[in-house]
């Protein structure tokens, strides 16, 4: 595992509803706790972020809880997107590898910040956390078939060197 995973890339899990995870994988961005800056600003280029869906839609939807997308941050910075009059929230650049959705009750025992917990669900109201690699790698590896899984690897080292020789302006 150490020579896919660097010092330099970060891990997160975002919160959001499988509705909302559909849409920005569609629209190649990461939006975050209602559209707030800060959790996409502890992002850096070249870190990865696994959405957690709770629910199909925000309030009234069906259970999910899943692990639902893998993508990487390609930009350098948060901005705004205006959705609505009403609403512009703040967005960052992704890419999104295709993946299936992975049920969480099948990992809460081989995750470090579920592992034990009969409260497993604390971390996920604050809607973005950092993991480590080893559980980034964990919950990538159930998401991912054989093949899929080699190409992400590959994608890893590939990206972590290329962030490592490039500084984007």
């Known amino acids: 595992m150490s020579n896919i995973t660097s010092q330099k890339?970060?891990?997160?899990?975002?919160?959001?509803?499988?509705?909302?995870?559909?849409?920005a994988i569609e629209g190649g961005f990461a939006q975050l706790c209602h559209g707030k800056a800060a959790p996409l600003r502890k992002m850096s280029p070249g870190d990865w972020l696994i959405y957690y869906s709770p629910r199909t839609d925000m309030s009234k939807g069906k259970p999910v809880q899943a692990f639902t997308a893998i993508g990487q941050v390609t930009d350098n910075g948060a901005y705004k997107h205006q959705v609505s009059e009403s609403f512009v929230p703040f967005?960052?650049?992704m890419r999104y590898i295709p993946c299936r959705e992975v049920k969480i009750a099948l990992l809460l025992n081989q995750l470090t910040f579920t592992r034990g917990n009969r409260n497993w669900g604390?971390?996920?109201?604050r809607g973005h956390f950092e993991i480590g690699a080893e559980d980034f790698m964990t919950i990538v590896t159930s998401m991912l078939d054989g093949e899929e899984l080699r190409d992400?690897?590959?994608l890893i080292t590939f990206c972590e060197q290329f962030y490592l020789n490039y500084s984007v302006p």
């Open 122 to 125: 604390l971390p996920f109201r």
């Open 91 to 93: 967005r960052r650049d």
């Open 152 to 154: 992400i690897k590959t």
């Open 9 to 23: 890339s970060r891990y997160w899990i975002g919160v959001v509803s499988a509705s909302h995870v559909n849409l």
